[in-house]
Each structure stands twice: as structure tokens, then as C-alpha cells.
């Protein structure tokens, strides 16, 4: 089992940045990979980024060259910092973390934290 608490949401102007925080617990030693997904009103989920255990990143299209990822294995955070934020990033952010045990993979995610992007 695996608790993910997200951190770092809330409002902010176009062109403005923000950066989330996941913090994992529990059997964090299984943990493969973890990222950032999000959801916006009658939109599907859709990735934002992820990093797996080697360091390896992969980020959705939109978000590319505006957002970066990183991972602090000691103390088990994964960082989202999000810069020239537009309208088009509110969502609801989740974080989701990737457990792979004898070949049993397991997706775990958090409450979610409110981005909102306008003027």
C-alpha cells in the first residue's frame, strides 16, 4: 500500500508558475514510477509528466516545454514545477505512483489539488 499526499495547488495569473508536491508512504520501496495527471471539467484524464525510477521523464504534449518533473528518492517527493501557466492548465492535479511487485503492477493515487489559471 502506498498514501500519496499532494501539496502546492491554488490560483494564479496567466503566465504565472506554480509547483506541486507528492509525498509517498508506506511501501515506498516498490515504488517504480510515479507523475502528475490531470482532469479538467468534462475532460478525460490526461498525463501531464512522469518519472520512473531511473530518472527517465516522459510529459504530455501540452505541457512540454513549460513544465519540468524531478524526484527526491530520500524523501520519497516528486516535484511538478509548472511555469507560463495558461487558462488552459485548470484542472484538478493528481499525483500517481506505479508499484511493480513480482510482476503485479498497481497504480496508487492522491486526493488531487486544484489548479486554477486565469486573471
Known amino acids: 500500500q502506498v498514501q500519496l499526499v499532494e501539496s502546492g495547488g491554488g490560483w494564479v495569473q496567466p503566465g504565472g508558475s506554480l509547483r506541486l508536491s507528492c509525498t509517498a508512504s508506506?511501501?515506498?520501496?516498490?515504488?517504480?514510477?510515479m507523475g502528475w495527471y490531470r482532469q479538467a471539467p468534462g475532460k478525460q484524464r490526461e498525463l501531464v509528466a512522469a518519472i520512473n525510477s531511473g530518472g527517465t521523464t516522459n510529459f504530455g504534449d501540452s505541457v512540454k516545454d513549460r513544465f519540468t518533473i524531478s524526484r527526491d528518492n530520500v524523501k520519497n517527493t516528486v516535484y511538478l514545477q509548472m511555469n507560463s501557466l495558461e487558462p488552459e492548465d485548470t484542472a484538478v492535479y493528481y499525483c500517481?505512483?506505479?508499484?511493480?511487485?513480482?510482476?503485479?503492477?498497481?497504480?496508487?493515487w492522491g486526493q488531487g489539488t486544484q489548479v486554477t489559471v486565469s486573471s
Open positions: 508506506g511501501s515506498t520501496r516498490r515504488i517504480a514510477g
Open positions: 500517481k505512483a506505479v508499484i511493480n511487485f513480482g510482476g503485479t503492477v498497481t497504480d496508487y
